[in-house]
């Protein structure tokens, strides 16, 4: 940092401060505006779903944070970040977005490698590399909270995750080229338990769950939340199908002895989302022929409208809005950018003029539970895999590095800085102690706004004082 440069090293605490100040009532009349605001067609829409999501919310103040990320993201327009202000280039690298502790798990990649990662890049887009590490950083307070941890034992918890991520970002920049993934390799404890039990998945075991085998082929099984779909929705579908195979990468597409694109889809039907982020939209599962004529080998994928990210209500860069009109297109390239090596049949399309994003329903995806994860030791060790988790996907996603092909697109280098790792690095100048302290202290007190706005939340909801789905 220059001897110019200058900043209210106190900016960020006088802005969660006024928040904490807020009243109940101002607070729970703020909380209604936000979702009102944002989500006010969706709610016309389909009300019925939304109460569904919203009683989801209510259940635990986890639950709540994990579907209120555009209240996080309007909170932190106030966010005075000194260490962005030390380095403005800090405030716009490839950022996940929903940065929360069960946004982790496993997945198989296209080289066959088991991965531990994030997971779920829906609200992935460009902004402050501190907003991350601070969502994931509350989200951490909330768990332990939950499971009786006192307040200097979460402390530790947080820090043990920051100085980790800190730690990796220095590796990174000491070598960047590293390739760094978790795998098999060089994971211990929980981690490797996680990849172990996605390694001993089935890939016919799990296609078994979810279809049927009738004249000796495999079709979906039918029930309340899986339909079938009408002739021309069948058709929509399958023009949306060409438009998605042509954004994958070329040496990840199918294709038959002869060289050419081979994709033979066998059924389609449709889901409704059973997620607290969904809010009961449709979304399509597709059956696809594998690589052989054996029915061990097909393959099923889900086709799912792809969501507005909650960044971009708060950051506005025209540049950025540009690249990112397609939301499907945004989710797949915020994938690429930040995962060290892609699923081989992530993709994108447009269904019916709505932006969608396409993905394997794989049998080696396991999300990271925390329900028998309640020894300390275990936890810290824990946490300190997702500290270099994330430090990978902020230093991996800058403009010399992302290996995304122009199937897809990338972004030029105008717009994210080259070696996110020397920017990381340069933001905080050696300040580490002091980083590592805001980073835990915010994750503290914001940890218990968001407990107070659950209680807020859970009145709103309880005493139906929430426009348009009262009943």
């Excluded at 907003?131 to 989200?139: C, P, Y």
């Excluded at 918890?157 to 098999?184: C, E, G, I, M, P």
Aim: proline fraction near 3%; charge should be negative.
């Amino acid at each position: 940092m220059s001897a110019s440069a200058s900043f209210d090293c106190n900016a960020e605490k006088k802005a969660i401060d006024r928040i904490r100040a807020v009243s109940n009532e101002e607070r729970a009349r703020f909380i209604v505006e936000i979702f009102s605001k944002f989500f006010e067609k969706e709610i016309s829409a389909n009300p019925t779903a939304f109460a569904g999501r919203f009683r989801k919310m209510s259940s635990t103040a986890f639950n709540f944070y994990r579907g209120s990320a555009l209240l996080f993201y309007q909170d932190l327009k106030v966010d005075h970040d000194q260490w962005i202000q030390a380095n403005k280039a800090a405030g716009n690298i490839f950022i996940h977005g929903d940065l929360h502790a069960e946004n982790f798990g496993t997945y198989l990649d296209n080289h066959g490698v088991l991965n531990f990662d994030v997971n779920d890049f829906d609200e992935g887009y460009c902004g402050p590399f501190t907003w991350d590490v601070k969502r994931l950083a509350a989200s951490l307070f909330l768990i332990c909270h939950s499971k009786g941890f006192s307040d200097n034992e979460i402390r530790d918890v947080l820090r043990a995750y920051v100085n980790a991520y800190l730690k990796k970002v220095y590796d990174f920049y000491k070598n960047s080229n590293d390739q760094f993934s978790l795998t098999l390799r060089n994971t211990t404890g929980k981690v490797k338990k996680l990849l172990n039990e996605a390694r001993m998945k089935c890939h016919v075991a799990h296609l078994d769950e979810m279809t049927v085998i009738e004249n000796y082929d495999r079709r979906f099984k039918r029930s309340k939340t899986n339909k079938d779909v009408d002739d021309q929705t069948r058709a929509d579908i399958l023009k949306a199908f060409q438009e998605y195979v042509k954004s994958i990468p070329e040496a990840k597409r199918n294709h038959d002895h002869e060289g050419r694109q081979d994709y033979r889809i066998k059924d389609i039907i449709a889901r409704l989302s059973p997620g607290v982020g969904s809010a009961g939209k449709v979304s399509y599962s597709i059956l696809v022929e594998g690589p052989s004529e054996t029915l061990e080998n097909d393959v099923v994928l889900y086709m799912k409208p792809a969501q507005k990210s909650a960044i971009s209500f708060v950051i506005k860069n025209p540049d950025l809005e540009k690249y990112f009109q397609h939301d499907g297109l945004r989710t797949v390239l915020c994938s690429y950018a930040m995962q060290a090596a892609t699923p081989k049949w992530l993709g994108y399309t447009t269904f019916r003029s709505v932006p969608c994003l396409v993905d394997e329903v794989s049998a080696h995806a396991e999300d990271l539970d925390w329900s028998d994860i309640n020894q300390f030791n275990d936890i810290i060790e824990l946490v300190e895999y997702l500290g270099q988790a994330t430090a990978k996907i902020h230093c991996v996603a800058d403009s010399d590095c992302i290996s995304t092909p122009k199937s897809v697109a990338c972004l030029p280098f105008s717009i994210i800085p080259q070696h996110t790792e020397k920017t990381i690095r340069d933001a905080i100048r050696g300040r580490d102690n002091e980083f590592i302290d805001e980073m835990v202290e915010f994750g503290m007190v914001y940890g218990v706004l968001v407990q107070r706005d659950h209680k807020l939340f859970f009145d709103i909801i309880r005493n139906k004082q929430f426009p348009g789905i009262s009943d």
